[in-house]
């Protein structure tokens, strides 16, 4: 990502704009923010706006957070040659890529994390009691933010709280563990 070699899509506008943003692999605080990788803004002393950010980024990693949890073997240590463990995860995904669109009972709803946004609720899915919860990473010993990371982070703070808004999240800001 840092030299440019992952061939990521050309940068575009989000639905209902003009404004070009890059495509974003989405983290957690641990990482550091640069223009094509997203964190949360810092939790103390945050905005509406910035909650609203967080609340938006926390609900597109959980989609990946709970199908990593339903793949348990990814879980722990994988027993391979280095050179294989990539093969894998890719492989472990395409699976429950599949059977998520062919099995209907492939997962069960109890499963994984769900937010219901008429009431304002939130559940934890199962897989985070039936087994140990997913390591975090170390926090990066470099804090320097990256500038274009802080521009690209607004310019998506500010869609998600003018065309990208959605009717839920300011009830849901205070539902969700962020």
Known sequence: MINNSLNLP????PPGTNEIVPYV??????????KNFMKPFPFKNINR????F???LSRARRVVENAFGILRVLRRPLDLDLDNVDAVVLACCALH???RKRVPTYI???NIDSENIRPGTF???????????LVSLQRSSNRQRNED?????????????????????????DVVPL
């Open 10 to 13: 050309s940068p575009s506008p």
């Open 25 to 34: 692999f989405l983290g957690d605080s641990a990482f550091a923010l640069n």
């Open 49 to 52: 706006t910035q909650r609203i």
């Open 54 to 56: 967080n609340y938006r």
């Open 97 to 99: 890529n599949f059977l």
């Open 108 to 110: 069960c709803h109890s």
């Open 123 to 133: 559940r934890e899915g199962d897989w985070r009691q039936i087994s140990a919860p």
């Open 149 to 173: 990371g802080n521009i690209v982070r607004n310019k998506f703070m500010d869609y998600f709280s003018s065309v990208g808004y959605v009717s839920f999240q300011d009830r849901m800001i």
